[in-house]
């Protein structure tokens, strides 16, 4: 039985994205946890079909978010 850390984040529609770090492209997505757990599950075992990963998961230390100032331009004003 193989262990994989996997990332979830809720996207600006609402969508629950599973990603795995150590399977470089092995993502879903779904609308409930429940959904999203039995499809990342089948995307995992689709990778490791494939022989698509690495041998070495890096340990999971945590997560922080980080401010930075934006630098985004203004958008165009509408005269």
């Known amino acids: 039985m193989a262990k994989f850390t ?5 996207d600006e529609d609402g969508f629950f994205v599973a990603s795995v770090p150590a399977i470089p492209g092995c993502h879903t997505q779904a609308k409930t946890m429940h959904e999203l757990t039995s499809r990342i599950k089948e995307a995992i075992e689709l990778c490791l079909e494939s022989g698509s990963y690495s041998e070495y998961e890096g340990q999971f230390v945590g997560v922080q978010k980080i401010e930075v100032e934006s630098h985004e331009k203004p958008a165009p004003s509408k005269a």
């Open 6 to 10: 996997v990332v979830i984040e809720k």
